[in-house]
């Protein structure tokens, strides 16, 4: 649904919910990028479709980034070369980051008594697999990630927004821009 028209996604993610489970989906909310106002410079787009329901202990949100779309601006395809390729940029990754942070405070805020943990599962497309991958390992709380033809992870935007990964890299391996590329 990310590369398409999402209106009407409401009934959209109803019918492929109940076309993979059999079941009609939980009450659930949809937080898109775009109409949180994230990643109209950078280029960002992503959704979080939060699934809730006491009665069946359901509380399960699921991050959803997409992949590179070249017809925008060719943004998509300068952070490629200059985000993943020579990790000299992180725009779309601090977005991405903010687009989480802002999710899971509204989550928060809306299921305050809640004594149901929240499972967290992330997918995406290419760039976006290399978003949530990163978000993942920023975050460290994600159950599971799902990416659908990679693009890699790039080491020296996680030192950036990591700052336990880049302690823990200058505590064991001494000044981080003299470690060497193999390593």
């Given at each position: 649904?990310?590369?398409?028209?999402?209106?009407?996604?409401?009934?959209?993610?109803?019918?492929?919910?109940?076309?993979?489970?059999?079941?009609?989906?939980?009450?659930?909310?949809?937080?898109?990028?775009?109409?949180?106002?994230?990643?109209?410079?950078?280029?960002?787009?992503?959704?979080?479709?939060?699934?809730?329901?006491?009665?069946?202990?359901?509380?399960?949100?699921?991050?959803?980034?997409?992949?590179?779309?070249?017809?925008?601006?060719?943004?998509?395809?300068?952070?490629?070369?200059?985000?993943?390729?020579?990790?000299?940029?992180?725009?779309?990754?601090?977005?991405?980051?903010?687009?989480?942070?802002?999710?899971?405070?509204?989550?928060?805020?809306?299921?305050?008594?809640?004594?149901?943990?929240?499972?967290?599962?992330?997918?995406?497309?290419?760039?976006?697999?290399?978003?949530?991958?990163?978000?993942?390992?920023?975050?460290?709380?994600?159950?599971?990630?799902?990416?659908?033809?990679?693009?890699?992870?790039?080491?020296?935007?996680i030192v950036r927004n990591d700052t336990s990964f880049r302690t823990y890299l200058s505590r064991t391996e001494g000044r981080i821009d003299k470690i060497p590329e193999k390593k």
């Amino acid at each position: 649904l990310e590369y398409s028209d999402l209106t009407n996604k409401e009934e959209k993610i109803r019918k492929i919910y109940k076309e993979e489970t059999g079941k009609e989906p939980p009450e659930f909310k949809i937080y898109t990028s775009e109409e949180m106002g994230i990643g109209k410079t950078s280029g960002m787009d992503g959704a979080a479709i939060h699934f809730y329901d006491k009665g069946q202990k359901i509380n399960q949100v699921y991050y959803i980034f997409r992949g590179t779309e070249p017809s925008k601006d060719f943004g998509d395809v300068i952070y490629d070369a200059l985000g993943i390729g020579a990790g000299k940029k992180d725009n779309q990754l601090r977005d991405a980051s903010i687009m989480y942070d802002k999710v899971e405070k509204k989550i928060k805020t809306q299921n305050k008594n809640n004594d149901i943990k929240l499972v967290r599962y992330g997918d995406g497309h290419s760039l976006g697999s290399s978003l949530i991958v990163s978000i993942g390992l920023i975050k460290k709380t994600f159950t599971n990630i799902r990416g659908l033809n990679d693009a890699p992870v790039n080491i020296k935007q996680i030192v950036r927004n990591d700052t336990s990964f880049r302690t823990y890299l200058s505590r064991t391996e001494g000044r981080i821009d003299k470690i060497p590329e193999k390593k």
